[in-house]
T-cell receptor, first 112, second 113 residues
Framework: NAGVTQTPKFQVLKTGQSMTLQCAQD?????MSWYRQDPGMGLRLIHY???????DQGEVPNGYNVSRSTTEDFPLRLLSAAPSQTSVYFC???????????FGPGTRLLVL | GQQLNQSPQSMFIQEGEDVSMNCTSS?????WLWYKQDPGEGPVLLIA?????ELTSNGRLTAQFGITRKDSFLNISASIPSDVGIYFC?????????????FGTGTRLTIIP
């Protein structure tokens, strides 16, 4: 079991560029989510999905898109990167009805 | 959006000392979770609490669900170097695990040699 994997580990973007952060899990979890972590802010929920084909917004969804075509994958798209999106992004997954979320190692994004 | 307030924000202790930290909310939660994040890694669940007043241990860690349901506490006894990291609390409105978590701002623990 690889658990939750995220790519890339690091990324530098220029303002206005677009990119996709990849997230995959091999635990057959229905629930997947994306968080961003900023200094002194804890983790804030961006988008989440309760199963393939179903996504919903979290606390800070603006500037991000998601889709869930398979159970395993939950990519996060930045449409037009802004410096305010400089952050560490974590993907997580869990079984429906259980509390334990398994987090990926994170993607560190710098937008210049 | 709501954030949970954790205190202290950071702690500098010597190996062997006990540690206490807490988390407070303006809203009621029916599940409280405590996570630890090692440097460069994602958070890992340490303890889950489901009932007001509940006291739960995991090795040297003990967490309590406050009776008002608006706070929770984490204690670490006899700290060791691998305890270094950031500790986050998280709250959930229900006991069913299907709802969105609200995370605290974190307590960073550093052990002074």
């Amino acid at each position: 079991n690889a658990g939750v994997t995220q790519t890339p580990k690091f990324q530098v973007l220029k303002t206005g560029q677009s990119m996709t952060l990849q997230c995959a899990q091999d635990m057959n979890h229905e629930y997947m989510s994306w968080y961003r972590q900023d200094p002194g802010m804890g983790l804030r929920l961006i988008h989440y999905s309760v199963g393939a084909g179903i996504t919903d917004q979290g606390e800070v969804p603006n500037g991000y898109n998601v889709s869930r075509s398979t159970t395993e994958d939950f990519p996060l798209r930045l449409l037009s990167a802004a410096p305010s999106q400089t952050s560490v992004y974590f993907c997580a997954s869990k079984d429906w009805g259980y509390e334990t979320q398994y987090f990926g190692p994170g993607t560190r994004l710098l937008v210049l | 959006g709501q954030q949970l307030n954790q205190s202290p924000q950071s702690m500098f202790i010597q190996e062997g000392e006990d540690v206490s930290m807490n988390c407070t909310s303006s809203s009621i939660f029916n599940t409280w979770l405590w996570y630890k994040q090692d440097p460069g890694e994602g958070p890992v669940l340490l303890i889950a609490l489901y009932k007001a007043g509940e006291l739960t241990s995991n090795g040297r860690l003990t967490a309590q669900f406050g009776i008002t349901r608006k706070d929770s506490f984490l204690n670490i006894s006899a700290s060791i170097p691998s305890d270094v990291g950031i500790y986050f609390c998280a709250g959930q409105p229900s006991n069913f695990g299907n709802e969105k978590l609200t995370f605290g701002t974190g307590t960073r623990l550093t052990i002074i040699p």
